[in-house]
């Protein structure tokens, strides 16, 4: 199974994230070139593992409620687009040289439970109160073969199902608590014992809004005419979760910016610090690398002399 966990440290706060809307973003871009269908490709190892997900899931797109998307060359209108639709990440529009573009997508999801809960007060292991709602119907508990903790399925009105449970250490931060949610859903056909155990469920209030990092999108590249690619140099993201007695409401905001103005017919810069390495044919390993700072770009002469 693919998995989108980064290795980093433990999240100190919530996070949240979702795939279908950094999708959408990319296939709508789509429309600025009518007839092409835009062949993105890895520029990292987050980005090949990403991209297998948008090869996968792209004829889903359509079926997910509450998605919609833009893309234009005029980074203004995207940008007074997504504060409309109630977020405020916004794209830099000094994108310097070329043709750029940018494209943007929101996910807005209200779902009302099947059965509303009560108000009342959730207390933690430190004894401190936060608001929390009580569902007697409408929700399930169950436990799995595959996790130690119960989890709780709540029914709602459109179809939607959510799930919550605990975790014993918070997922790392980046796109950890998303890979969890998936290999967790993926096991959830091996079902140990039924809910009669539990009398419904008292589950916290949530009111989250956050920007969340998604820098490894930056480099994913294209090519629209000729030798001119097209390489993502902005990539934005916001999530939003609220819920209470009677629902939630999920909602994600990605904003990417587009870069053209690369031509092949110009050099490539080589203007930081950079690995050297030597291979030679018949010889599996390197002969020789380096790793080269400033100090030591300097011209060497008459390189024949010992």
Known sequence: MDTLEKQTEPAANSQAFTLYPIMRALDVASDLFPGKTLDWKAANPMQEIFLRFFSKHRDELNNVTGLDAIADFDFDKVNAWIRDKGFTIQLDPAMGPGNPFATASVYDQLVNWRNPGKVTTVHTE???SYPAFHLKNGVEVRTYRHYSHPIVQIATESGHSVFITVLDAPPDAGLAVFDAAIRLNAGMADIQSSYEYYKGAIIPMVNLNQENDISWMKGLFTDIEGDMPAII?????????????????????????????ISMDEPYVV???????????????PVFAAYVTPEDWSNPGDMSKA
Do not use: H, I
């Open 271 to 285: 203007n930081r610090s950079f690995l050297y390495w030597c291979t030679q044919p018949g010889v599996t390993l």
């Open 126 to 128: 430190d004894n401190t």
């Open 233 to 261: 140099s902005q990539a934005l993201m916001q999530t939003k979760l609220r819920m209470n007695e009677n629902g939630a409401r999920m909602q994600a905001a990605v904003a990417l910016g587009v870069s053209r103005g």
